[in-house]
Every structure is written in C-alpha cells, then in structure tokens.
C-alpha cells in the first residue's frame, strides 16, 4: 500500500510539473502569436492608412463615387438636395440621393461646421475629401471636419 501512495504521489507530482511547463510555454507561445499578429495588423493598418492619406489622394467625378469604396478621394460638386434628422445631416451630390455620393455629417460633429449645414452647403459648389465608404448599397463620405469640404464658388 506504501508502494502505492509512492507511485501516485510521484505521478502527481511529474504531471503538475509536465502541466506547468507546457502551461508556462503554450502561453508563452500564444503572446508571441498575437504580439506578432498585432505588430502585423498595425503595419498593415499603417500602410493601408497611409496610401489613402498622403498626396496621390484620387480626384474623381462624384457620379462614379460606388466604384471607388474605400478610396481616399476628391471630388467636386454642387449640393442639390440636403436634409437633416437632428442626428445627422445628409449633402447630396444628386436629387437621386439612393444611387450617388451622399456627405454626412454626424451630429457628434455639427458644432465643428456652421449652424445649419443643410442650409449652408445647399446649392454651394463644393470640392470634397475623404473615403468613400459603402452603406446600404450606396457611397458616401463622412464629414468629420470643416477642412474636408470647401466651398469653391
């Protein structure tokens, strides 16, 4: 019986020392893995950011705004049509709102931009930059600053 608990004690012991060895390696390991992934997707990011943000930005027609999602772009337009929720503020390059490049501006942001900027923009030809994101089918582009939308007549 002695013999026993001598056995189950020494394989007791070999086994949390196994279990702490591999423990302390496989977690080692992980942090190495995401460290790695994470230093990768930040160059990744960084890169991706970067050729959208320096000079070689695209000057496009707005009406040719859905091919270019996720673009760093400038465009030029007049405002025709705009309309504000009280939470956001919709400048629209076209009456047919629904299948051309809209500018929003959340209300998050509206103290950066002059009261009223529905009313502002509207019938104001503009030059415009920023991505050109996708949602729900159409293009647009996020105002967050004054400095991304000018007027030019």
């Known amino acids: 019986m002695n013999n026993f608990y001598?056995?189950?004690?020494?394989?007791?012991?070999?086994?949390?020392i196994i279990f702490f060895f591999a423990n302390r390696l496989i977690i080692k390991e992980l942090k190495n893995i995401n460290l790695t992934q994470s230093r990768a997707?930040?160059?990744?990011?960084?890169?991706?950011?970067?050729d959208f943000k320096d000079k070689q930005k695209?000057?496009?027609?707005?009406?040719?705004?859905?091919?270019?999602?996720?673009?760093?772009?400038?465009?030029?337009?007049?405002?025709v049509s705009s309309y504000n929720s009280g939470k956001v503020c919709f400048l629209n390059f076209h009456k047919d709102y629904k299948n051309y490049l809209t500018l929003v501006i959340f209300a998050s942001d509206?103290?950066?931009?002059p009261d009223k900027p529905e009313k502002y923009y509207l019938?104001?030809?503009?030059?415009?930059?920023?991505?050109?994101?996708?949602?729900?089918?159409?293009p647009e582009i996020k105002i967050k600053t004054p400095d991304?939308?000018?007027i030019i007549e």
């Open 123 to 138: 019938g104001k030809k503009v030059r415009v930059e920023g991505r050109i994101k996708e949602y729900k089918g159409k």
């Open 110 to 113: 509206f103290k950066k931009f």
């Open 6 to 16: 001598g056995k189950l004690a020494a394989i007791t012991a070999a086994l949390v």
């Open 58 to 79: 695209k000057k496009i027609n707005w009406k040719d705004a859905k091919n270019y999602i996720d673009y760093y772009v400038e465009v030029e337009g007049e405002i």
């Open 148 to 150: 991304q939308i000018n």
């Open 41 to 50: 997707a930040q160059t990744y990011q960084y890169k991706h950011d970067s």
